[in-house]
């Protein structure tokens, strides 16, 4: 249950956000986002918002168990494509995200994960459209129900179809997010859309396989000029991770929103990259995750240094 101090919000002028996450979870329905079970005012000072409880913690402190603080790329595969998965739809309902970093992908019971916190999220209108998939390449899998089982079509008939939904007109310039997960157009006080999602997922990945985030700066305002000025580098002393991970974090890594990486078709063009070839996304919520919570003991957590927060809590 999280419980608002209404007071407390409105003397921060951050009602808004508050508002925003529950209109946000009020439409949620999908296996890695929340299931609002109640929305209530406990009294004229306090709102409650009741979810589903995730046992697990959260993938920044699930990472600092790992051996070398980061996943092997087997494991990191598996929760970059939930979180695919969940960025996909939230985009297909026109909502930007905004705050993609570890902290806020709690592992359940079952150690699948769940996107948590949508106080800083954009709401905008999606523009679908429906494009032929390459005939050459494999039909990349979907999360929708209806993909599940795909029918073999006689020769000649009409090619499948991939179904795009970005909010495209969803564009703001407030700074909002974690400095070291923030785009370089945030970071430069630029307007901003949903190629931001994208960016922070290639920092997530990054930081997954890596061990820590690859613009991290001294302090907050040296990250920001790293995110902006500095290009991209991986560790040399540190290399788990395939070419096919390099090339998909190098294409989200891209400083200009408008050749990054998912900006044009958004999720299909990232489902399509090499480094989810042999995963059927389709049927992902049936597939053992990497750590299933209380299978191994727990052990302390390094939280993340940064000294500025952005909740509204």
Partial sequence: MKVVD?????KKNKMERAATEKRILRVLDHPFLPTLYADFDASPHFSCVVMEYCSGGDLHTLRHRQPGLRFSVTAARFYAAEVLLALEYLHMLGIVYRDLKPENILIRSDGHIMLSDFDLSLQSTAFPTVEPLDPIAPADPSCLPHRLFRARRPPGSLPDRRFVAEPLAARSGSFVGTHEYVSPEVAAGLTHGSAVDWWAYG?????????????????????????????LAFPAARCPADSAARDLISGLLVKDPASRLGSKRGAADVKAHPFFKGLN??????????VIPGLARAKPCRERQDPVRFDYF
Avoid: D, H, W
């Fill in 6 to 10: 209404k007071l407390a919000l409105a």
């Fill in 281 to 290: 996304l389709a049927l992902l919520r049936s597939r053992r995750p990497p």
């Fill in 203 to 231: 920092v997530f990945l990054y930081e997954l396989l890596y061990g820590r985030t690859p613009f991290a700066g001294p302090t907050n305002e040296a990250t920001l000029r790293n995110i902006v000025k500095q290009p």
